[in-house]
């Protein structure tokens, strides 16, 4: 049945809902981000340092990871309608507060009180979804409410700045925070809980509540208890290691523009609405890779396991972006990557939703959020350190860069088949498209004595790094293409050229390898072995002729380490397939 038919047969209000949703989430992003906007005017005008700017960011984030359980815990325990409308009437008294403030101190402050507050957004939003869309809809719902947030960061650099240029900074919280009354206006008469919705029709609640074997209940679920699970920790890592991503492009990229290619405040909004517009299409997209796979038949595990290496794999290339002199070039690269972060993003909450029942959902994403705020904390220290020692921001980027892969891999060992736990007892809930798959391994979802009892899940370590080495490659090559001047011999930029163009088979090719991997086809080992001799002949060849091009020197030991990566990766892999069995465990999707 297609989506229009079942919109058609069952109704659309939770359509409406998820709409509500996204309006809020894009009004948080918005007050989110106005002062990052602002901030190389703020900084001149009140003389403040990068590390004053760092506090100020870190204050906020103390604040949000302190309220994402709170909230997390107010949802679960009061309800979504009621904690989700006062906790924005709080925030939309702390926007107005920036109005009033002058030195980094005060705007500390006011930022502290902001953040506690918008730590609401996520868990009663991921906690709306659960309630309102079946399993096979939400990461696409998921993906729809969390653009918002993209939406809200388009909005920013092209309403603040105007706002600020004509009537000056203060208006520009003043008008952030009104639309908070605004929204909550809307939020309180429109939402219910679907099964006390007056106005949903019957065979909507059918379709919502399709899938559900976790009832109504809204029992309490301590923390203690949740931190017993596997998948408690694989979303709690997966937010520690790439949040501090997200806000390190919220807070530092007007900076980074303005600073390395002479952008003022006028001009900063159009490279920032392009980025954000990418980021748009990223939120939407990633949610929808999964859910189409869902529909097409596959598994919830194989869905949002592709969609993870996906977004993973397309967040690479922003290690280069300080190499490039073109500020369009370098726009195009991070909306890339923030676009893939945005698509992570969507799959990691809904992975909540795909593992824990309902009144359990709002706690995990708070505790997931406070441990991603608590990895933004600390990177936002180092940023300002690193910043104020050497003004340089390529570490930065490159950090950035690597993040994700990893992640995935943890993700993976922690929980390598997904499947709704039974949280404080009963029966698990398998994944429901799992009934052509082969015998089932342990279920993932009891509770784990130590990750290290899912050691073969490391396999996904080398696995990672033989798709990582072709996508590396192929931006150091295109770097080293355009240094090439004019006098450089002919042969070499035309080798060059076609080193390109194998580069970017090679990372297809490794793709669709990883793909037949992690879908357990027998001959995926040997293919992903074969490309990499592919690799290595090609990283030799370009060795030899790089060392002749302007900027090839660089290059050429790039591609040796890329070089080692490979043949250090293949070798670790090999001994995992002269058993298929062993693979076939470690790899169930």
Known sequence: MTADSVAKTVGKYRWLICLLLFANTANNYLDRQMLGILVPMLEKKYGWSELDWARVVISFQVAYALG??????????????????????????????????????????????????????????????????????????????????????VITPALIPWLAINYGWQWAFVVGGSINFVFVALWWPLYRRPQDHKGVLQSELKHILSDSGEGAGQAKIPWRDLLRYR??????????????????????????????????????????????TFV????????????????????????????????AT?????????????????????????????????????????????????????????????????????????????????LLFLIGSTAYLLAFAVIHLLVPRIRTVAVGGGATEPDASEAARETPVAIAGAPAASPLAGLDGWL????????????????????????????????????????VAAQGLLVVLMLVAAARFFDRRRNAPGLMIALQVVQVILAAAVFLVGRSVPGGPPAAWIYLVLLAISVAAAAAMIPYFRSSARVRETFVV
Not at 101 to 116: D, E, K, N, T, Y
Not at 232 to 238: D, Q
Not at 288 to 294: G, K, V
Not at 343 to 356: I, M, R
């Open 231 to 276: 998948e408690t920790w694989a979303f709690i890592l997966g937010k520690f290691m790439t949040d501090p991503i997200w806000w390190f492009y919220l807070f530092w990229l007007p900076k980074w523009l303005a600073k390395d290619f002479n952008l003022n405040l006028g001009s900063l909004g159009w490279p920032l609405i392009v980025v954000y």
């Open 314 to 394: 397309l967040v690479v290339p922003i290690f280069a972006v300080t190499q490039v002199g073109n500020v369009w070039l370098a726009v195009l690269l991070v909306g890339l990557a923030a676009a893939a972060h945005q698509g992570w993003s969507a799959n990691l909450f809904t992975l909540v939703s795909d593992c824990f029942p309902k009144n359990a959902v709002a706690s995990v994403v708070g505790l997931g959020g406070m441990a991603g705020s608590i990895g933004a904390i600390l990177f936002a220290e180092f940023v300002g350190r690193v910043l104020q020692k050497t003004g340089q921001y390529w």
């Open 68 to 153: 994402l359980p709170f909230f997390g815990r107010l949802v679960d325990r009061f309800g979504t309608r009621a904690t989700y409308a006062w906790a924005t009437i709080f925030w939309g008294f702390a926007a107005y507060g920036h109005a009033f403030c002058s030195r980094a101190l005060h705007f500390g402050i006011v930022r502290f009180i902001l953040g506690l507050g918008e730590a609401v957004n996520f868990p009663a939003a991921i906690k709306a979804i659960t309630e309102w869309f079946p399993k096979k809809e939400r990461a696409l719902a998921t993906g729809i409410f969390n653009s918002g947030a993209n939406i809200g960061a």
């Open 460 to 499: 996904l370590v080398p696995a990672s790094a033989l798709i990582l080495v072709p996508l590396v490659a192929i931006v150091t090559l295109v770097l080293t293409l355009a240094q090439a001047t004019a006098d450089t011999a002919g042969v070499a930029r035309m080798f060059l050229g076609t080193s």
């Open 280 to 311: 748009t299409v990223g939120s939407v997209g990633g949610g929808y890779i999964s859910s189409a796979l869902i529909n097409a038949g596959r598994s919830v595990n194989f869905a949002r396991k592709a969609a993870f290496l996906i977004c």
